[in-house]
C-alpha cells in the first residue's frame, strides 16, 4: 500500500464548515458520517475523515491501532487515514455502574482531509499498491471545498440539569479522607451534568470549535451515539519509538485573553502544584514502564496554558520505546490517563467507583487516530459532551488533594463546565 496525496487548495473554509459539508454529503449519499480532529493534531490544524464507519469494539480494543497495513511513500506531515476512534473510561472501571455507549469504538478510514498551517487543504489516501490514484475522489472533494457555504444550523436551546452539589461535596470529603489514612495521595472526583437534546451533532461539534477553539477537540459519530469534545488535554502522541504525554491538572478560571492575574495565582498555587506534580510521576511511572531504560524525560514542567473558560497547569513526559513494543503494550500500561484517575492509580479507581454515583461512559478516556504513516494520537476525553439517542451528559471534576475544599472543588466543576452550558444554551 501507499499514500497518494494532492493539494486541493492553497487557502480554503475553516475545518467547521468543511465538516458541516461532509456531513451534508454523506447523508445526501447514504455514507457513514465524517469524523473530524481539530486545533493541534498531528502537525496541522484539522485532520478530516470524509465518512468513516466508527462500530463498538468489545475484544481488544487496545489492539486496534496495532492492526495496520504496511505503506510505503509516506512523508513528514503526511496523515494518509488509518483508524479513527475511541477507547472509554469503562474499560478498567471496577464499579458495576451500566453505560449506554459502547466502551470502545473504532473505525478504519482510507482517505482524509488535512488541513495544514498555512490554510491549505490537502486530499491524502491510503492506495493499494498498483492502483491508480483516487483523483474522481479528490477531485469531488476539491469541488466540495469550492462550494457555496451551508446556511448555519442551530439546535433548540438546551439547559443542563447539574448534579447534587451536595453530593459531590460528599465525595470530596471522603475522597479526603482516603488521603489522610494513606490510601491515596490523590483522586480525581468527577460529577455529571444531563440534559434532553434535539439537534444535531455535527452542528454542535462546528459551532463549538469555532468558538472555543480547543487544541484537541474530536468529533465522532455512529448508530451507538455522537463524542462532541472539546479537549485541551493530549494523552498520548506517539511518533515511532517516540512517546509524549501532556498531563493538565490545576485550574483557575480565565476571564479573557487580557486576565493574567489567576495565571500568576495559579502557578503559585501550592495545592495546583502539588496536584499537577503527583500526576507527572504518575506519567513517568507509567511510560516506565514500557520505556526503554532511563529515556523518560520531563520537558516541561508546571507551564500555565489557556483553554475555554479557564487557565490550566499543563506539564509534558516524553520517552523512548523499544522498536518492537506495540501500540496495545503502550495502552495496557497507560490507560486511563493518569490526570483523570490519581495516584496510585490502581487503588485511586476503585475509591472513584466507590464514590460516583454516574458511570463515566467515553469521559475520561481518550479519543483520536492511530495512522500507518502519522502514528498515534489520543486526547483525554474531558470537556467531552456525549448524546445518545435524545439525551446528552458531559461530566466534569477535578484533582482532590489533602488540603481540597469541597466547596472550592464544585466551583472548580462549574468553571469547567460554563463554557459548554453556554454553548448548549445559544448564548
Not at 517516540?242 to 498555587?269: F, W, Y
Request: contains cysteine.
Amino acid at each position: 500500500m501507499r499514500v497518494a496525496a494532492r493539494q486541493l487548495t492553497s487557502a480554503g473554509p475553516e475545518p467547521a464548515e468543511v465538516l458541516r459539508r461532509l456531513a451534508r454529503r454523506a447523508l445526501d449519499r447514504g455514507l457513514a458520517p465524517p469524523a473530524a480532529l481539530t486545533g493541534t493534531w498531528f502537525g496541522c490544524r484539522a485532520v478530516l475523515a470524509p465518512t468513516v464507519s466508527v462500530t463498538s469494539v468489545a475484544t481488544d480494543p487496545f489492539a486496534v491501532p496495532d492492526r495496520q497495513p504496511e505503506v510505503a511513500g509516506g512523508a513528514d506531515g503526511v496523515v494518509g487515514g488509518g483508524w479513527f476512534g475511541y477507547l472509554g473510561y469503562g474499560l478498567t472501571d471496577p464499579s458495576p455502574h451500566h453505560r449506554l455507549l459502547p466502551t470502545a469504538a473504532w473505525g478504519w478510514a482510507d482517505h482524509v482531509l488535512r488541513y495544514d498551517h498555512s490554510g491549505a487543504w490537502w486530499f491524502e489516501a491510503l492506495v493499494p499498491t498498483g492502483a491508480p490514484d483516487p483523483l474522481d475522489l479528490a477531485t469531488e472533494l476539491a469541488d466540495l471545498l469550492r462550494a457555496v457555504p451551508l446556511p448555519p444550523t442551530g439546535w433548540p436551546p438546551t439547559e443542563l440539569a447539574p448534579p447534587s452539589p451536595a453530593a459531590h461535596q460528599k465525595a470530596v470529603r471522603a475522597c479526603v479522607e482516603a488521603i489522610a489514612a494513606g490510601e491515596i495521595f490523590q483522586a480525581n472526583i468527577c460529577s455529571r451534568f444531563q440534559a434532553g437534546f434535539d439537534g444535531d451533532p455535527v452542528a454542535l461539534f462546528a459551532t463549538g470549535i469555532d468558538r472555543l477553539a480547543p487544541k484537541r477537540a474530536a468529533f465522532l459519530t455512529g448508530d451507538w451515539g455522537a463524542l462532541v469534545s472539546f479537549s485541551p488535554e493530549l494523552f498520548l502522541s506517539r511518533h515511532g519509538n517516540r512517546v509524549r504525554s501532556t498531563p493538565i491538572k490545576g485550574t483557575l478560571p480565565r476571564r479573557g485573553p487580557a486576565d493574567a492575574g489567576n495565571a500568576e495565582r495559579l502557578r503559585a498555587s501550592v495545592k495546583d502544584v502539588a496536584e499537577n506534580v503527583m500526576i507527572v510521576d504518575l506519567v513517568r511511572n507509567d511510560l516506565g514502564r514500557v520505556a526503554e531504560t532511563g529515556s523518560v524525560a520531563v520537558p516541561e514542567l508546571l507551564a500555565v496554558h489557556p483553554a475555554p473558560g479557564v487557565w490550566h497547569l499543563a506539564s509534558t513526559v516524553e520517552a523512548r520505546l523499544p522498536a518492537a513494543l506495540g501500540t496495545a503494550e503502550l495502552l495496557a500500561a497507560t490507560f486511563p490517563p493518569g490526570s483523570v484517575t490519581g495516584a496510585p492509580k490502581l487503588r485511586a479507581l476503585e475509591i472513584i467507583a466507590g464514590l460516583e454515583d454516574q458511570p463515566r461512559e467515553v469521559y475520561c478516556g481518550a479519543i483520536g487516530l492511530a495512522s500507518p504513516v502519522a502514528g498515534l494520537e489520543l486526547n483525554v476525553a474531558i470537556r467531552t459532551i456525549e448524546i445518545s439517542g435524545d439525551r446528552l451528559w458531559l461530566g466534569a471534576g477535578g484533582g482532590i488533594t489533602a488540603d481540597s475544599d469541597p466547596e472550592a472543588e464544585w466551583q472548580e466543576c462549574l468553571h469547567k463546565i460554563a463554557p459548554l452550558a453556554a454553548l448548549l444554551r445559544n448564548d
